[in-house]
DNA sequence: GTCTATAGCAGGATAGAC
DNA sequence: GTCTATCCTGCTATAGAC
């Protein structure tokens, strides 16, 4: 009956979370001790170093996040009432956009993922081999059963999909400027998330005849 | 007859460089100076502290090198053979990735941007009002010839276009990761221009009906 | 305006008591 | 395993000679 949670797991709970708002040169190992309520120096007894850390980070909570987002699409795909691209499309947005994964985990996956892309360290082949391309894979599967083209265009396709996913959803802040919503709430969530479909869909169509 | 380059168009031109590159927190001064072959001193002489010196950066030189990004585009659009909506989106494409600034001028918009947009500080706002939001609304307004449907939708889409082009281009990286292409050259570029096309072009379509 | 020298501080890491 | 105390490095910023 172990279910105390140990120091090193709240030391990695906290880290992720930091890590995710203010980027790796932004935190400093004395803010992660404060708001994780443990001394300076356990946090070095028990990683070794910073970066061992934030390695252990992606290692740990980001890919297990992450890979609870691809468990989410591929049951969203099998219980689609439908077999459409549509049906891919929505599956996949929603996964990212609305899954059941609480907020800060959610916060946690997108915002270490763009600070990656932004800023590649060690972990970003870890990132890429065990969570981008094997979503991206899942996802031109399935739309290859509707779209018979050359695979280059097919995760062109699906990474032109996700690239407005993250768009929309990391960059909020300046969407929300340009478009200019009075609020930006679940009900302004799901309207840009049928726009995402519908501009996606159509979208589909003019790759289908690219050499 | 002054055109010797003062010490001061010298920091500036190099911190751009370095803040594109590394970021704020990962450039210190010294490495500035260093690269400009000035005193660490001559640094804070003119520009008052290191935020101070990336404001600057930001609005003089970032902001000089969006302003020709987006006279690129209209003037591309003027000088298209026809008249529709796959010129403008072809005329947006082209201004932002093959536009005739030189690689490292367009690699320190692009950077500068994706930082600001990930970790947005003081120049954010800047950013926004001066090159993001008279970008959109001039692609807006030339969309807005050929596509009738409220101002929100239209809004919506220039940006799905966008995150499109900022995507390939930034994280090239990324991408050539997941596409494993042999090589990135111009005529992957021109390639992966040819797919935002295709894909946005149809995209559209999908957007006329949006309530 | 440009340099050297240095103050002053923050963060990462470790030694050693408990 | 956890704490206190401390070392050391690297940074920004400034004082003051030239």
Known sequence: MKNKITTKEKILKVSAKLFAEKGF???SIRDIAKNAKVNVAAINYH???KKRLYLEVIQKVFLSHAEKIRKEFNSNIKNSPKNNPECVISALSKA???SKLPETERKVVFSLLVRELTDPSEAFPIIAKHALLPLVEDVAKELNKFIKTQKENLI???LSIISQIIFFNF???WVRNAVSFS???E???EKIIQHIINFSLKGLEGCKGDT
Do not use: A, Q
């Open 47 to 49: 990683f070794g170093s």
């Open 187 to 189: 009900k302004t969530k």
């Open 171 to 173: 960059f909020s802040r």
């Open 25 to 27: 040169y932004g935190t």
């Open 183 to 185: 609020k930006y709430d």
């Open 156 to 158: 062109l396709t699906v």
């Open 96 to 98: 990212v956009l609305l």
